[in-house]
Every structure is written in C-alpha cells, then in structure tokens.
C-alpha cells in the first residue's frame, strides 16, 4: 500500500537554526499538507499545498515558516529560524481530492528545539 | 471560529463494550466530518468519515453519526477489543483546504 514517507524521523536542533524537513507524498495524491502535533495534543493544520502554491495557511504558519515542492515528488517544510515553542511532531499528509478528505499522514519528524 | 468539541477526553471501557464519542462543531458550512485513529508513537490514521448528505455511516464494529441540525457527530464502537485502544480524534472541514481536529479521546479497552 503507498505510503507517505517523511525524514528525518528526528531532528535536534539549536534555537535560532534553520531546519527542512522532508515528505515525499503518495505519488498520485495532488494536495499536500504539513500539520504538527505538540505532545499529548490534538493535531493542528500549518499549510495545504496545491498546483505549486499554497492554498490556505493558518495563523500558526507565519513568515518563518515556507513550503516548497522542488522537484516532482518532494514537499518541504523550512523553518527559518526556530523557537523552543516549535518543538513538535510534524506530519506531512496527502489526498487525492480536495476540502482536507482522506488524508493520508507520513509517520511524522519529531522536531526538538533546545 | 472554527473549533470542535469533543467529549469525553478519556474512556475506559471492559472489553466487548460500547464505546461512544461526541464532538460539536461550530462551523454550519462543513460538509466532511472524518474519525481518525492514533496509536501510541503511529501517525493518524483515517478510520472512517461522513460526508452532510448522510446521517449514519456504517463499517463493521464502527459507526459514525451525523445531526447537522444540532451540529453533532458522534463515533461508536461496538464488541471493543484491546486493539482499539488508541486516540480517536474528530475532525471536520470547514470549506477550503483544512481539516480542523478536536483535542482527541484516549479510549482505554481492559481485557
């Protein structure tokens, strides 16, 4: 079964350094998405992507924060320059159609910001 | 704005039991309502979803229903077994490109 596949599965890095973490989603899935989940909490949507451009965003997602699609099946996610409070598990997801249905999620980055 | 409620936060249960959580959403424009499920450590998992021109949905041990009047959804397990201990969350999309999640229930079945 195709899978959406995400790396590193764990990242440490210092506050104030640049990071990019990586997703490859499944191959004939046309929206993407990045969501991140602090410990023990519900899940919260950063960006959906579409046709190249971001579609929606939410407040969470600010000038720090960009998406990128470099090639025909990477999707990015850098955080420029990164906070204690950006410690999370951050989750790539997929979907065939539109309006956030059937998201297929990556196993997630475990991000650490010390 | 666009929140879920979901209740309760936690539920234990003995195997074999029912199962049930509810969620409210605020958002009166939302078609899609989805369930997913969360192991310890796993990403989420879609489990099942319904869509506003439906008021039930379901698929063997597990059923979702709709109110769309009341803006309630509610999730059902019936015969639980250990394997369906998990976080179960809510979800709903309020137009646009987003699904928004309630803050899960952490559903404990005793063998």
């Known amino acids: 079964e195709p899978e959406v596949t995400q790396t590193p599965s764990h990242q440490v890095t210092q506050m104030g350094q640049e990071v990019i973490l990586r997703c490859v989603p499944i191959s004939n899935h046309l929206y993407f998405y990045w969501y991140r989940q602090i410990l023990g909490q519900k899940v919260e949507f950063l960006v959906s992507f579409y046709n190249n451009e971001i579609s929606e965003k939410s407040e969470i997602f600010d000038d720090q924060f960009s998406v990128e699609r470099p090639d025909g099946s990477n999707f990015t996610l850098k955080i420029r320059s990164t906070k204690l409070e950006d410690s999370a598990m951050y989750f790539c997801a997929s979907s065939v159609g539109q309006l956030g249905e059937k998201l297929f999620f990556g196993s997630g980055t475990q991000l650490s910001v010390l | 704005g666009e929140n879920v409620e979901q209740h309760p936060s936690t539920l234990s249960v003995q195997e074999g039991d029912s199962a049930v959580i509810k969620c409210t959403y605020s958002d009166s424009a939302s078609n899609y309502f989805p369930w997913y499920k969360q192991e310890l450590g796993k990403r989420p998992q879609l489990i099942i979803d319904i869509r506003s021109n439906v008021g039930e949905k379901k698929d063997q041990r597990i059923a979702v229903t709709l109110n769309k009047t009341a803006k309630h959804f509610s999730l059902h397990i019936t015969e639980t077994q250990p394997e369906d201990s998990a976080v179960y969350f809510c979800?709903?999309?309020?137009?646009?490109?987003?699904?928004?999640f309630g803050a899960g229930t952490r559903l404990f079945v005793k063998a």
């Open positions: 979800a709903y999309a309020p137009g646009g490109f987003k699904t928004i």
